[in-house]
């Protein structure tokens, strides 16, 4: 089973307009961290916003937010006030911390959202 | 400035042939990872160090070799046993100890073999 769901392959949204992208991940571990990284066309990933399962308010971070549904099990980006710029592909991610003994960091990505902004 | 240089930025090869791929980082991390990504597929795992002179297998090992004699490099071979190298290459490092600590990346190689 994946770990990270990304169910829009793409998505569009008019320039200024907010666009929310999907993610929903399956652990059973209390103790995970959830990333979003955005790829633009050149190649290198851009870390964005960062949501702790034991955080109480979801994670902001200029026009990212994050929409932290902990019993859905879902973690959804949100871009305010598109921009051109913000056209890339964009990854959801996450640490599970327990079950790895808490010695592991390393990040398991799911396949990623196309997100073209249209002028 | 710091950050993680991956060279080269492209890189072709034939058939049968092994070829390394550099990561160096001037970020005082511990931990080093390799990713690949292929169109639709997202990020795997291939390998990880979390200290010098050890590494672990990620989810897709076979096929590919790792060292880790120095805290700052942590070059990738891709030999010929690979069935399929050609893809994008991805370094990244983060700090240890810090469970909110982000991946940072380099900006790929990528990898063609004819």
């Known amino acids: 089973a994946q770990k990270i769901t990304q169910t829009q392959p793409g998505m569009f949204v008019q320039e200024k307009e907010a666009v929310t992208l999907d993610c929903t991940y399956d652990?059973?571990?209390?103790?995970?961290?959830l990333f979003w990284y955005k790829q633009p066309s050149s190649g290198e990933m851009i870390f964005l916003i960062y949501?702790?399962?034991?955080?109480?308010q979801n994670a902001t971070e200029g026009r990212y937010s994050l929409n932290f549904q902990k019993a859905r099990k879902s973690a959804n980006l949100v871009i305010s006030a598109s921009q051109l710029g913000d056209s890339a592909m964009y990854f959801c991610?996450?640490?599970?911390?327990?079950?790895?003994?808490?010695?592991?960091?390393?990040?398991?990505f799911g396949k990623g959202t196309l997100l073209t902004v249209n002028p | 400035d710091g950050g993680i240089t991956q060279s080269p930025k492209y890189l072709f090869r034939k058939e049968g042939q092994n070829v390394t791929l550099s990561c160096e980082q001037n970020?005082?991390?511990?931990?080093m990872y390799w990713y690949r990504q292929d169109p639709g597929q997202g990020l795997r795992l291939i390998y990880y160090?979390?200290?010098?002179?050890?590494?672990q297998k990620g989810d897709i090992a076979e096929g590919y070799s790792v060292s880790r004699e120095k805290k700052e490099s942590f070059p990738l071979t891709v030999t010929s046993a690979q069935k399929n190298p050609t893809a994008f290459y991805l370094c990244?490092?983060?700090?240890?100890?810090?469970?909110?600590?982000?991946?940072?990346f380099g900006n790929g190689t990528r990898l063609t073999v004819t």
């Open positions: 970020l005082n991390h511990d931990a």
């Open positions: 949501q702790g399962s034991y955080d109480q």
């Open positions: 652990t059973s571990d209390p103790s995970y961290g």
């Open positions: 991610a996450m640490r599970e911390f327990e079950i790895s003994g808490g010695s592991n960091y390393k990040l398991t």
């Open positions: 160090s979390q200290i010098v002179n050890d590494f």
């Open positions: 990244a490092s983060n700090l240890q100890g810090l469970y909110n600590s982000p991946l940072h």
